[in-house]
């Protein structure tokens, strides 16, 4: 079965998810597309049957067309906000998110070929963490300032 992990509930949807931080000297990657007024993490919806770790490995190669091995857990994120697009609009959301950081490959070019859920096209985006941009998740613009090797689990809720 290969089902993105977005369950719609009685309640609202429930998203589970995976993101890559991806650094290169004290810039991450960010994706953006035209509609959005924000930026968003390397990532996506875990598939039914798939681990966290496929996932962002699957996620990473999709996003950049680099296959990228995992470093190590980052971040889980809770995150629940109100949904803004297709199946979501209009919907509470209760999203659970695994951050990776990944190996980044010493030649690494990203080509991004990937597109949102409603094919609009994305593109890849190097920034600091003071970038004047929005970006998702928030917590980036202090936590990948000074990188730790413990897990830390974030709840976000915009409710």
């Given at each position: 079965?290969?089902?993105?992990?977005?369950?719609?509930?009685?309640?609202?949807?429930l998203n589970i998810r995976v993101g890559a931080i991806i650094m290169r000297d004290d810039e991450f990657l960010m994706v953006e597309n035209d509609r959005d007024?924000?930026?968003?993490?390397?990532?996506?919806?875990?598939?039914?049957?798939?681990?966290?770790?496929?996932?962002v490995v699957r996620e990473v190669f999709e996003e950049t067309g680099v296959k990228m091995d995992i470093d190590r857990l980052g971040f889980i994120h809770e995150n629940f906000f109100f949904g803004d697009t297709l199946v979501k609009k209009g919907n509470i959301v209760h999203e659970i998110s695994f951050f990776f950081y990944m190996k980044v490959p010493k030649n690494f070019e990203p080509v991004c070929m990937s597109f949102t859920e409603d094919d609009v096209k994305e593109r890849l985006v190097w920034i600091k963490a003071d970038h004047h941009k929005k970006y998702y998740p928030v917590f980036f613009k202090s936590e990948l300032k000074n990188p730790s090797y413990e897990v830390k689990h974030f709840v976000t809720n915009d409710i």
């Open positions: 079965m290969n089902t993105d992990l977005c369950v719609k509930t009685k309640g609202g949807i007024e924000h930026m968003y993490s390397v990532g996506g919806r875990i598939k039914f049957g798939e681990t966290a770790e496929e996932a």
